[in-house]
């Protein structure tokens, strides 16, 4: 099965520094991934998401870059700001086992 | 939409006591999962419905617990009895593919003392 894991459990940033929190996968055949934002007290919520036959998608102040060659996935934040403090889920699936989440990582922000 | 509806809130009961948790999924998903998270071990998924079918439960901890879904707008998941160590934030979600984007609920924090 999948297994999927975040590279650090707390990220602090400056605010208006760009952020990147980073996440591995060890299932070849996932064919698609996840970020996950979760605020203190609420649900996790969508990102973006990106499929393998991408290596890079943009959203609004996010990009999310895959490298399947490593089975490596980022998700980086441009101008960090105070309301981007949360806890950030990458997750990844495609086959039967339906979505795997990672442990997450929390990303605090300096003033 | 309102998204998927969780309740209640917060939960706060003893031991030994039954304990019913709800969730409204999204009109037209036809997975739904409950999660339960903790600070040491993330997330969990305990069970997975497809249409409304219980297709995956290897996640469901033991006996005490149980989840029904006994139509696509309404489930449930059940603990009795509860246990201190049951205590966590549970989730529901839904989507409309096992594989792809899940819309989680505002979840339910669960104290049992």
């Known amino acids: 099965g999948e297994s999927v894991g975040l590279h650090l459990p707390t990220l602090s940033v400056q605010e208006g520094d760009n952020s990147i929190i980073n996440c591995a996968y060890s299932n070849s055949a996932s064919d698609y991934f996840i970020w996950y934002k979760q605020e203190s007290g609420k649900g996790p919520q969508f990102i973006i998401d990106i499929r393998s036959n991408m290596d890079k998608r943009q959203g609004q102040r996010v990009t999310v870059l895959l490298n399947k060659t490593v089975k490596h996935l980022s998700l980086q934040i441009a101008a960090t700001q105070p309301g981007d403090s949360a806890v950030y889920f990458c997750?990844?699936?495609?086959?039967?086992?339906?979505?795997?989440f990672g442990k997450g990582t929390h990303l605090i922000i300096q003033p | 939409d309102a998204g998927v509806i969780q309740s209640p809130r917060h939960e706060v009961t003893e031991m030994g006591q039954e304990v019913t948790l709800r969730c409204k999924p999204i009109s037209g998903h036809n997975s739904l999962f409950w999660y339960r998270q903790t600070m040491m071990r993330g997330l969990e998924l305990l069970i997975y419905?497809?249409?409304?079918?219980?297709?995956?439960d290897s996640g469901m901890p033991e006996d005490r617990f149980s989840a029904k879904m006994p139509n696509a707008s309404f489930s449930t998941l059940k603990i009795q009895p509860s246990e201190p160590r049951d205590s966590a934030v549970y989730f529901c979600a839904s989507s409309w593919d096992r594989n792809y984007g899940y819309t989680f609920g505002s979840g339910t924090r669960l104290t049992v003392v």
């Open positions: 997750a990844g699936g495609g086959g039967a086992d339906g979505l795997t």
């Open positions: 419905f497809n249409n409304n079918v219980p297709i995956d």
